[in-house]
T-cell receptor, first 115, second 114 residues
Framework: GAGVSQSPSNKVTEKGKDVELRCDPI?????LYWYRQSLGQGLEFLIY????????KSGLPSDRFSAERTGGSVSTLTIQRTQQEDSAVYLC?????????????FGSGTRLTVV | AQSVTQLDSQVPVFEEAPVELRCNYS??????LFWYVQYPNQGLQLLLK??????LVKGINGFEAEFNKSQTSFHLRKPSVHISDTAEYFC????????????FGTGTLLAVQP
């Protein structure tokens, strides 16, 4: 597609439920990133996929968080047993050939609210 | 480890006044540097970037930034701001050869007043 698409744009869930957030990167972009944006916290790196390489999961805050990328395209971020502190905007970005020097293209994000 | 510091969480400025948003970084290796802008309820948009060469880089919407290696800074400037420049601005750093992860600062809200 023309840009990075994320769905849903908003998600309200009850504490303890599982949620799945979807990211559809720009066609042909081999690198895909997930970030979390909390109020006053800036952007926190979560996970990075590059082609067929093993993902860099070093930013995932707990084992309740996981992500996969199927067929080198669409990615799903899953949060299990959601907690109130998981409330944030989850941003996905992609870049060409893993060269972040070209800059990322970001989606509009998914605003997650855990009640 | 690399890090980015944006000391100003909010910068109020009057329309048509100049503005500078400060960014300092820390890295043990040479870096790429970026500024992103986030308008309300939107994703981040690349404003400008420094990869190599001239230390003064120009971006969209009349913004420019200067890479200063000795001061490890990459401050963003605009000579005359507009109401439409009101947004959150994020500085980011990528350490060359180490990783493809951008590390972001906490952001600066530029609030342009009439």
């Amino acid at each position: 597609g023309a840009g990075v698409s994320q769905s849903p744009s908003n998600k309200v869930t009850e504490k303890g439920k599982d949620v799945e957030l979807r990211c559809d990167p720009i066609s042909g972009h081999t690198a895909l990133y997930w970030y979390r944006q909390s109020l006053g916290q800036g952007l926190e790196f979560l996970i990075y996929f590059q082609g067929n390489s093993a993902p860099d999961k070093s930013g995932l805050p707990s084992d309740r968080f996981s992500a996969e990328r199927t067929g080198g395209s669409v990615s799903t971020l899953t949060i299990q047993r959601t907690q109130q502190e998981d409330s944030a905007v989850y941003l996905c970005a992609s870049s060409a050939t893993g060269g972040a020097g070209y800059g990322y293209t970001f989606g509009s994000g998914t605003r997650l609210t855990v009640v | 480890a690399q890090s980015v510091t944006q000391l100003d969480s909010q910068v109020p400025v009057f329309e048509e006044a100049p503005v500078e948003l400060r960014c300092n970084y820390s890295s043990s290796v040479s870096v790429y540097l970026f500024w992103y802008v986030q308008y309300p309820n939107q994703g981040l948009q690349l404003l400008l970037k420094y990869l190599s060469g001239s230390t003064l880089v120009k971006g969209i919407n009349g913004f420019e930034a200067e890479f200063n290696k000795s001061q490890t800074s990459f401050h963003l400037r605009k000579p005359s701001v507009h109401i439409s420049d009101t947004a959150e601005y994020f500085c980011a750093v990528l350490s060359r050869g180490a990783t493809n992860k951008l590390i972001f600062g906490t952001g600066t809200l530029l609030a342009v007043q009439p």
